[in-house]
């Protein structure tokens, strides 16, 4: 029995061949299966913890799915870290070993990374969540999903755009629904300079008061004001919050078509580039004989 136990050893741990200096035996092969098999088992079990915890709490699948790839990536990390120190493998060494390799691999990885990071950023913070209304570089966009390197959002037009987490992070980002989901929208229309002018200002009062009770937010108030003087107008605005942003456009058409009707019912003219034109006494009278 002796005998066949220091046979079974000596098998075990005779050497199969060796890595960074280290002999890979048998019995290293098999203590770093061993691992990696409770590394996924370990992955399994608190993936489940968190699909059940964060389903408790009400939080979307896109969430909870992208936390869960953050666990099971963090664990895979962990446990062939600890496989690899299980086999006596320096990693020091493997890591100045490919040293070179990685520099030119760490360029074309940079992007990645930079993404993956900004990733787990918008995770912790949440400062952008599935279902915020945001314009990232002058596209107004509704975030359907955070992903670990990119998420998706889509337009007003219907479009589905994959946004790299990185420019989330790295741009300046307007989130209409950040605190609250509040927005204002503006219509502005010039009038004649023969005009009523308090005429003018009650009939745009008036297409404010109405169009709120559709539309507005009851917390902010509508405002109509004066902006200016142009080369051929009055010009008003009339401002009201309403409590969609993603419904801005139909909002803000309502809102132009109500004060185009009031105006035509109030007989007051929208006014409308005019151009002058000077024509020299001699040279129209020349003009008229050369056309008799």
Known sequence: MTDFLEIVRAILHTELFKVSNTSITPFTLASVTVVIVATFWVSRALRKTADRLLTWKGERPAFIGTV????????LLTGFGIALSTAGIDLTALFAAGAIISVGFGFAMQSIAQNFVAGVILLAERTIKPGDVLEVEGTVVKVLEIGIRSSIART????????????????????????????????SVGVTYDSDMARVKQALVEVSHDFSARWAVKEHFS???????????????VSIWISDPWGARPALSDLHEAIWWKLKTERIVIAFPQLDVHLDDAALGALRARIA
């Open 156 to 187: 007003r037009d219907g479009e589905d755009l994959i946004i790299p987490n990185a420019t989330l992070i790295q741009t300046t980002v307007k989130n209409f629904t950040f605190a609250d989901s509040t927005y204002r929208i503006r219509a």
């Open 68 to 75: 869960k790839g953050l666990i099971h990536y963090s664990v």
């Open 223 to 237: 405002q109509v004001i004066l902006t200016g003087f142009g080369d051929n107008s009055v010009n008003w605005e």
